[in-house]
């Protein structure tokens, strides 16, 4: 654990920024440990690496981390990104993103990205509620649980992100959770060296709010629902289906090639430029 | 530049291609857009020519992800421009906040149509006038250039990139349906004549670098992403290093930055165009398309003999009020002409507190005011 904080704390802005915002027990920490740590290990130098985030409670990271950071408007950081990619092409540009933000008010950014296939790393926290407003419903919150604004519980479906993403196009998908966190930074190296689209949903917990609202207990308890819930994909056919129920699939979902947008777009100057 | 351009240089084009080719011209190499009449041939034309010079062209969601994405492009960078019209402008305000806030240079094109809602998309106006100064949340110092001709098309769009280089802030060209549809013949000038300013890049070791220095000029050096300087860039009121603050005397300090780097430089933002008013008892004040019709009605009151002059304000933001105030004092009369239900007239009536006569003259039924309509509104009303 020393060694692991070790690597992290190079790349933190912590003379200027810390304390943090989470609360104490969030994912959200774990996973930028995760992600520090597949950086990292892939060797990609700070000046190189874009992290872009929309509005959220972990859309706060970039501010923590010592990169490029562009911290933008709630629901757009995929807008943004694809500008600052197809810009410049040779910068590695990572969107940190959650749930409220991506596919709430982002929905539709999040589609388009997925369909256009630019060469941008999403990492979508995923803890079922709108944490930084205080725990509203939000478009993943699972049928007839509680927020502050589902107070009688939620009539809607929440959406299933890494259905939807491959549904629009997505060529990489994957799910890790936070108690899984070695898993984690290796699926994050994968989709970071995926050349395309790629998101990495991961499941994280609210315990502040959503654990609180909905008896689920404190974080160490919704570790454990994780760690209780999540199957790796590896393992999901030799399940038997009434097994899978209630519990979900993690490890890369779904791995497909197809041609990235900004490679595609220099084609496009070829051709144009070959006109003249 | 494509060859035709540079060969022929006297041209019969359209007011929005003299737009994107103004744009190019100003070195910009990333347009992101979403179509919408009337301002649609930009996006066309930008996409077959931005290639050419090795820039890039993308067609977004909509227009949020088109200026979010042209502001991505502009901190990674690349002169960066979007255009639109009404709506779509509507849906742009979120992030002209942002780009302002977070001092991104970026150009907005809006060619104005017939409002509000989905209105008179291949008909004329120019009732987004407001919107463009007020139309984000907060307080905002808004920069709106505005072209009469086809010619001024060009040119403005090099000037909207200038402004926006070199005081880190968003642009707005607001042309309208009339100026953007309009094929008039132009000499555009040789590429090596026209005046380019880029942002100011810094000079100092990263480690000392502030993306957001409060200095005397109100200006900061911008450096791009990848270029060895690690910055934040957030939308949340900052320090000047980037970093989230909700201390108020920075808070202020940051706004108090933001609101001078505009009025501190009115002198060398505001233009304005005159005829005839030296000795002018009665003003025509337009801009844009009426300030066409405005001259020729002027001229036509020369000749019946009445003391009447045209003041066309070639920036609508800022509003020159110095310039105004002082002007108003010689005149008896202020036409306010304008293809809305009246809105640069509030801004014309808040400078003269009293001093003269203010009269508006409005159309917004889709078609232009005429030269006739404010000859006799001159004559009515002297």
């Not at chain 1, 930074?185 to 949903?201: C, D, N, P, Q």
Request: net charge positive.
């Amino acid at each position: 654990m020393a060694l692991l904080s070790k690597v992290t704390h190079q790349y933190l802005r912590t003379k200027k920024q810390f304390p943090n915002v989470w609360c104490a027990g969030c994912g959200i920490g774990t996973i930028m440990g995760a992600i520090i740590r597949a950086i990292d290990n892939l060797k990609l130098p700070q000046d190189d690496v874009v992290m872009v985030s929309g509005i959220g409670c972990s859309s706060r990271m970039p501010v923590y981390v010592d990169f490029n950071t562009l911290h933008t408007t709630h629901g757009r950081p995929l807008a943004f990104a694809t500008g600052v990619k197809l810009a410049q092409p040779s910068l590695k540009v990572l969107v940190i993103t959650g749930d409220g933000d991506a596919l709430g008010i982002g929905g539709n950014h999040f589609i388009h990205a997925c369909r256009r296939n630019i060469d941008l790393t999403t990492i979508l926290v995923n803890n079922s509620t709108y944490g930084m407003t205080g725990g509203q419903v939000a478009p993943t919150t699972p049928f007839m649980k509680i927020g502050t604004t589902a107070p009688y519980g939620n009539r809607e479906r929440g959406f299933d992100i890494a259905k939807l993403a491959i549904a629009a196009g997505a060529p990489f998908v994957a799910r890790g959770t936070v108690y899984h966190m070695v898993q984690l930074r290796k699926l994050i190296e994968e989709a970071i060296l995926k050349k395309g689209f790629s998101l990495v949903e991961v499941i994280s917990h609210c315990h502040t709010l959503y654990g609180r609202l909905n008896k689920e207990g404190g974080a160490i308890e919704m570790l454990k629902w994780q760690k209780e819930h999540a199957i790796p994909i590896s393992a999901a056919g030799k399940v038997p289906p009434e097994k899978l129920r209630g519990k979900f699939l993690i490890g890369v979902l779904w791995d497909i090639d197809f041609p990235e947008y900004c490679e595609e777009y220099d084609k496009v100057i070829a051709d144009a430029q070959g006109k003249i | 530049m494509t060859k035709a351009t540079t060969q022929r240089k006297e041209r019969l084009i359209l007011g929005n291609r003299a737009c994107a080719e103004g744009a190019i011209a100003a070195g910009c190499r990333f347009f992101a857009g979403y179509p919408i009449t009337p301002s649609t041939e930009i996006a066309e034309v930008l996409a077959r020519e931005l290639p050419k010079v090795g820039g890039k062209f993308i067609q977004m969601e909509d227009e949020i992800a088109s200026l979010a994405a042209v502001i991505g492009a502009s901190v990674a960078g690349v002169k960066s421009m979007t255009a639109t019209s009404g709506p779509g402008f509507s849906l742009m305000q979120e992030h002209i906040g942002y780009a302002y806030m977070a001092e991104v240079p970026c150009v907005i094109v809006d060619v104005q149509r017939g409002g509000p809602s989905t209105g008179l998309p291949t008909k004329v106006a120019q009732a987004d006038t407001m919107q463009a100064r007020w139309g984000t949340h907060g307080d905002y110092q808004a920069i709106a250039l505005a072209p009469s001709t086809v010619a001024e098309c060009f040119h403005f769009t090099i000037r909207a990139f200038n402004l926006s280089e070199k005081y880190r802030t968003p642009v707005i060209v607001l042309t309208d349906e009339v100026v953007g549809h309009m094929r008039e013949k132009v000499e555009l000038p040789d590429p090596e004549k026209i005046r380019i300013i880029n942002r100011m890049k810094p000079t100092v070791h990263p480690g000392w670098y502030q993306h957001f220095e409060v200095n005397p000029h109100f200006v900061s050096p911008m450096a791009s992403f990848g270029e060895g300087y690690r910055y934040n860039i957030t939308g949340l009121t900052h320090n000047p290093d980037g970093f989230p603050t909700a201390r108020p005397v920075a808070i202020k300090e940051k706004l108090d930055k933001l609101k001078n780097k505009i009025t501190h430089n009115v002198n060398d933002i505001v233009e304005i165009r005159e005829e005839f008013m030296e000795d002018a008892h009665i003003a025509v004040f337009a801009y844009g398309i009426v300030a066409r019709a405005a001259r020729q009605a002027v001229r036509m009151a020369r000749e019946k003999r009445i003391k009447a002059g045209l003041i066309q304000p070639l920036t609508v933001w800022p509003f020159p009020d110095v310039y105004m105030e002082h002007m108003l004092e010689q005149l008896d009369l202020v036409i306010v002409a304008e293809l809305n239900q009246g809105q640069l007239i509030r801004e014309v009536m808040r400078v003269n507190r009293g001093k003269t006569r203010v009269r508006g003259l409005n159309r917004y039924d889709s078609e232009l005011i005429t030269p006739d309509q404010i000859f006799r509104k001159i004559r009515e009303e002297k």
